[in-house]
């Protein structure tokens, strides 16, 4: 018999036992900082259940939730009100899919007991560092240890001449960041930074001899690498096992080219003192600081591109890049992620979550009918590559995943819609089997494509699932995805389900499922008749979908059909333009 995990004692309260919430939240969850929509949200759903919209609410959770780069990240503030309103304090909170562990702290911080499930596992590393604090002195003490250790020899690849124009200071100056790219040296622009008034100057064209001496340092890259005796992952490639190309590469073979020479050797000097840090929590720590400033001091850090370093879900590196200062960057992050644990110690302190790096279509280590509540979000589709992006990190963390669970579409793993709704299908599956009868489940979702919201609704149908409410939930903010594509549907949708106390419900397909123009004309004049003159086009497919799963989902085992066929969200826009008329002008 598999061995079976055993979840940490609740800190407060009693564990949960048949769970006792029959209405599923019903209306977008607002920010904290929106009063109006925060009064009529508590009035509706119950005043006495959600302490998140405090009078500091607004600025909680930042930190610790931001330290570090992951996608489709879900705003704390939506998933603490889905845990408060579902769970009570002492019940268990699974998270399948548990990402940047958003899931899993917040659960902690509500007291309750967390369990996050990743196959990836920079994902679990993420979340442990995320509901873990460090000793503040502990990690003082390493970035010490470190600073002493390669500062100086990093600082020195970034000098410039010249005095600083605030202060006077002569030989303080270092590059910032260097635009770079396509240019030949004698090009490149730098801001400079004083290291002793800490105040940055006016961009300028770079010198001569600060041209050469880079120049001269890139060209011995090799050679001093060498004699210091550094690692990096030379040959860690943009490929899967067989061979085929990751589906995100863009004419770059490995990872190290995403990388300026200068930046490369600093990078792998700052790695080799992080490792050599024996404290085991702070050197934890510092790799975990060190792989959130890496696309920063990388060749796809453009000029507008978010402070992550990421311009968006794929390996893009812009004609003109921002290649900054190695340590500069690692010392702001390192800023960052004292303000983050000292977050994590304050909301979380000694509670402690169980993560573990497993696949979810196999949780064989939980107990059939033991968890009181899930809130995940598993894979979009082929919206979101994770094996590919995350391996940026991996690489330089030695870090090894088997993609052949990964649920996703993604044609150079071999996987189609076909694929992603089988693999879906055994998580639901299991998802079903680990929640107690009559408990929820929530689960946020998107894509651009009624075939995959179709594998999706019948993943989570087959099992048994009732379908309670479809809410479409906007994020706080939106990913340079979001914002730029014009084509990328612009919020998460949030699907309450529920696990039945019996056989449950039968709901029988309509005899003649609706059309997309039945869809779209009901969506526009739902959305008009609550204030939106205007709606946008994303706002109109969020809530066709929310119609189109609720219409036709059930748990008969077949697929969601539509009038007429599937559709994408080009269809919701050409019948949109159709119903409007003149271009789709109101």
């Known amino acids: 018999m598999p061995r079976q995990l055993r979840l940490p004692i609740p ?31 508590r009035e509706r759903h119950g005043r006495e259940a959600y302490t998140l919209f405090a009078a500091d609410g607004a600025a909680r959770g930042q930190p610790m939730h931001l330290m570090h780069k992951y996608w489709a990240r879900k705003d704390w503030y939506a998933v603490r009100a889905c845990i408060e309103h579902y769970t009570r304090p002492g019940d268990i909170v699974l998270d399948p899919f548990c990402g940047s562990g958003v899931t899993v702290a917040e659960a902690l911080i509500t007291e309750r007991r967390a369990l996050g499930i990743d196959l990836n596992p920079m994902a679990t590393f993420i979340t442990e560092m995320v509901t873990t604090p460090v000793s503040e002195r502990a990690l003082r003490r390493a970035f010490a240890e470190v600073e002493r250790a390669v500062k100086d020899n990093i600082v020195d690849t970034y000098r410039l001449h010249g005095a600083c124009p605030g202060c ?20 490149y622009v730098v801001e400079p930074l004083c290291l002793t008034c800490h105040a940055t100057s006016d961009e300028r064209r770079i010198s001569s001899s600060e041209a050469q001496r880079l120049t001269a340092l890139e060209k011995s890259f090799e050679a001093v690498a060498t004699a210091e005796g550094l690692w990096w992952p030379a040959e860690a490639r943009l490929e899967y096992p067989n061979a085929r190309r990751y589906r995100q590469k863009r004419r770059i073979e490995r990872f190290e080219q995403h990388f300026t020479r200068r930046n490369l050797l600093n990078c792998a000097r700052l790695l080799n003192a992080i490792r050599a840090v024996r404290q085991r929590d702070a050197r934890r720590a510092l790799l975990y600081c060190f792989t959130s400033h890496l696309a920063c001091v990388s060749a796809m850090n453009g000029k507008h591109v978010s402070g992550s370093g990421w311009m968006m879900n794929r390996f893009y590196v812009p004609p003109d890049f921002y290649d900054e200062s190695v340590w500069e960057r690692f010392r702001r992050t390192y800023e960052k992620l004292c303000r983050a644990n000292g977050q994590t110690a304050a909301l979380i302190g ?51 995943m088997d993609h052949a669970d990964e649920i996703v579409i993604n044609a150079s793993q071999g996987k189609d819609v076909g694929a992603f709704g089988e693999m879906l299908t055994r998580a639901a599956g299991e998802i079903y ?16 494509d009624a075939a995959v919201w179709s594998a999706f609704s019948t993943a989570f149908a087959l099992p048994g699932f009732e379908l309670m409410r479809v809410v479409p939930q906007p994020p706080s903010a939106k990913s340079f995805t979001m914002t ?29 499922p609706p059309t997309l123009a039945d869809l779209v004309g009901e969506s526009l004049r739902h959305l008009q008749a ?47 333009e159709e119903l409007l008329g003149d271009g789709g002008r109101q």
């Not at 389900?497 to 309509?510: A, I």
Request: proline letters at 8%; charged letters at 25%.
């Open 168 to 187: 006077g200071t002569r030989g303080s100056l270092i590059a910032w960041h260097t635009i770079r790219g396509s240019r030949p040296p004698s090009d």
């Open 350 to 400: 000694e509670r402690k979550a169980t993560v573990v790096c497993a696949s979810a279509t196999d949780l064989h280590m939980i107990a059939s009918g033991s968890v009181d509540y899930v809130f995940t979000d598993p894979p979009y589709g082929d919206s979101i590559d994770y094996y590919e992006l995350t391996d940026f990190w991996r690489a330089w963390l030695g870090l090894e």
């Open 530 to 576: 609550n204030g939106a003159h205007s709606p946008s086009l994303a706002s109109v497919y969020d809530e066709v979908v929310s119609r189109w799963l609720t219409a036709t989902y059930g748990t008969d085992g077949a697929a969601p059909s539509l009038g007429g066929g599937s559709f994408t969200l080009k269809d919701v826009k050409r019948t949109l």
């Open 484 to 512: 730029w594509t014009e084509g990328s549907p612009k919020t998460h949708v949030l699907v309450h389900l529920r696990k039945p106390t019996g056989q449950g419900r039968r709901r029988p397909r309509p005899a003649l």
């Open 433 to 448: 089997r680990v929640l107690k009868p009559g408990a929820w489940c929530s689960v946020a979702f998107q894509n651009k």
């Open 11 to 41: 800190c407060s309260g009693t564990a949960g036992g048949s769970p006792t919430v029959t209405r599923p939240i019903e209306t977008q969850i607002p920010p904290p900082g929106d009063r109006e929509r925060r009064r009529e949200f």
